[in-house]
C-alpha cells in the first residue's frame, strides 16, 4: 500500500508554531513517527505553501498510482475551492486530517472546504490525528 501524505502552508514550519494546537515536534519528526508506525506501508511525503503545487499533485495522484490520499492543506483547508476541486475530481480514497481541533477554534477555521470531498476527517489530537487516519485507510483499503 502507497499513501500520499499531502501537506499545505506552514506546516514546514512545525517545531516552531504554537505548540498548544501543533505538538512541538517538527514536520520531519512527525513524518519519521508515522513511518515507524506503519512499517508495512509506503509513503511519499510531499509538503507546499502553494496552492498550484498541491493541486498539481493531487490532480496526479490516480496516475502516480497511489492508494489513498492523506491530506493536512494547513490554511487552505478554510479558502480553497480550488483545492476542493481537484480532490473531488480524484476517485482515490481521501482522508482529511489536522492536528488541531479546528471546530473548537476561530470561526473562520470551522469553514471546511474539502471535508465533503473527502471520506473521513480526523483532528484535534496531534500526530495521533494521523495514526488514526492511517488506521481507517487501512481497514478501508483491505
Ligand atoms: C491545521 C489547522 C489549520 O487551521 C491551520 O491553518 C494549519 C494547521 C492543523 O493541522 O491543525 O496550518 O491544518
Known sequence: ??????????????????????????????????????????????????????????????????????????????????LRDALELVSLLKVEVHLSNIEEREAFRQIDYIKDVCHMRFMGKKIDSYIEAIKYIEHSIM
Open 1 to 82: 500500500m502507497n499513501i500520499l501524505v499531502i501537506h499545505g502552508p506552514n506546516l514546514n514550519m512545525l517545531g516552531k508554531r504554537d505548540e498548544k494546537h501543533y505538538g512541538s515536534f517538527t514536520q520531519d519528526e512527525l513524518y519519521q513517527e508515522i513511518a515507524d508506525y506503519f512499517e508495512h506501508i509506503e509513503f511519499s511525503f510531499f509538503q507546499s505553501n502553494h496552492e498550484g503545487e498541491l493541486i498539481d499533485v493531487v490532480q496526479q495522484a490516480e496516475e502516480d498510482n497511489y492508494d489513498a490520499i492523506l491530506i493536512n492543506p494547513g490554511a487552505y483547508t478554510h479558502t480553497s475551492i480550488a
